[in-house]
C-alpha cells in the first residue's frame, strides 16, 4: 500500500474506524472510474473537493454524480466561491487532488456535505491516493468530517 494510503488507514484507526482502506487495480480519478473498480452506484462515491471562500480553503463533499453549485454553496457560507489551487489543496489537505480524503486534515477545515450522500448505508471516498478508497457510513462521515449537511446542487 502506498504510504499515503497508510498514513490515512492510521488516521481511520485513530478516529475508531476499521482503517480497511483498498486499492483499485485502475485508478479512481472520477467518480465513475470508482464505481465500476468497486461495483457500487455512482452515488456511493464520495468526491471531496477543495474551494475557497475569501481566500479560505474548504472542502465540499459531494455525491459523485452531482456538480457543485457554487453560487448556492456561496450563499451558504456567506462569500464567493472559487475553485482552489493544486498547491492550496495539498497544503490544506495534506493530499494531492484526486486522492483528498473526506477528514483527517493537518487543521480542520469547514466542510459542506452534499445531502444526497445521506441516502445511501455505505459510502466510499478516498482514502490518500487516486486508487485507494475506504467505505464509511453517511452518520460516520457526518461525524468525522465536522460538516454540515446542504443542498449543494
Do not use: C
Amino acid at each position: 500500500m502506498h504510504r499515503n494510503a497508510e498514513r490515512f488507514a492510521a488516521t481511520l484507526v485513530a478516529l475508531g474506524e476499521t482503517g480497511e482502506v483498498r486499492e483499485t487495480e485502475a485508478t479512481a480519478h472520477t467518480a465513475a472510474d470508482a464505481a465500476a473498480a468497486l461495483g457500487v452506484p455512482v452515488g456511493a462515491i464520495v468526491k471531496s473537493l477543495v474551494f475557497e471562500v475569501e481566500g479560505l480553503p474548504i472542502v465540499v463533499l459531494a455525491s459523485g454524480p452531482n456538480r457543485v453549485d457554487v453560487d448556492l454553496v456561496g450563499a451558504l457560507l456567506g462569500g464567493e466561491v472559487g475553485k482552489a489551487q493544486a498547491s492550496t489543496v495539498k497544503s490544506a489537505t495534506g493530499y494531492s487532488i484526486g486522492g483528498v480524503p473526506p477528514f483527517g486534515y493537518p487543521s480542520p477545515l469547514r466542510t459542506i456535505i452534499d445531502e444526497d450522500l445521506l441516502r445511501l448505508e455505505v459510502l466510499w471516498a478516498a482514502a490518500g491516493m487516486p486508487n485507494a478508497v475506504f467505505p464509511i457510513a453517511p452518520d460516520r462521515l457526518v461525524a468525522l468530517s465536522g460538516g454540515t449537511v446542504a443542498r449543494i446542487h
